[in-house]
């Protein structure tokens, strides 16, 4: 089991940047992809951003493409999503993700 902790978040306006970061314990995770996604109220929890264990392959939904990056640090453990061009609609709960196990998330809010 992975115990995933992600910080980094809080209230931002539109145009501005946020960097979020995950940290993994309780196993190794260099192995495995990891995943940013995000819930907004009301919404259901949707796919952000993903990387692979050596960090060559990142992937993205459409609506963050451009303006986000992932990237990974197997050395601490960490995962990060650098976020820029923030808009009112990113908004929501992020949460990383390795393979079954979830952190609990933590709140951006992007104001207009």
């Known amino acids: 089991q992975v115990q995933l902790v992600e910080s980094g978040g809080g209230l931002v306006q539109a145009g501005g940047s946020l960097r979020l970061s995950c940290v993994a314990s309780?196993?190794?995770?260099?192995?495995?992809?990891m995943k940013w996604f995000r819930q907004a109220p009301g919404k259901e929890r949707e796919f952000v951003a993903g990387?692979?264990?050596?960090?060559?392959?990142?992937y993205y939904s459409d609506s963050v493409k451009n303006r986000f990056t992932i990237s990974r640090d197997n050395a601490k453990n960490m995962v990060y999503l650098q976020m820029n061009s923030l808009k009112p609609e990113d908004t929501a709960v992020y949460l990383c993700?390795?393979?079954?196990?979830w952190g609990q998330g933590t709140q951006v809010t992007v104001s207009s």
């Open positions: 993700s390795v393979g079954s196990s």
């Open positions: 990387i692979s264990w050596s960090g060559g392959v990142t």
């Open positions: 309780g196993r190794t995770f260099s192995n495995y992809h």
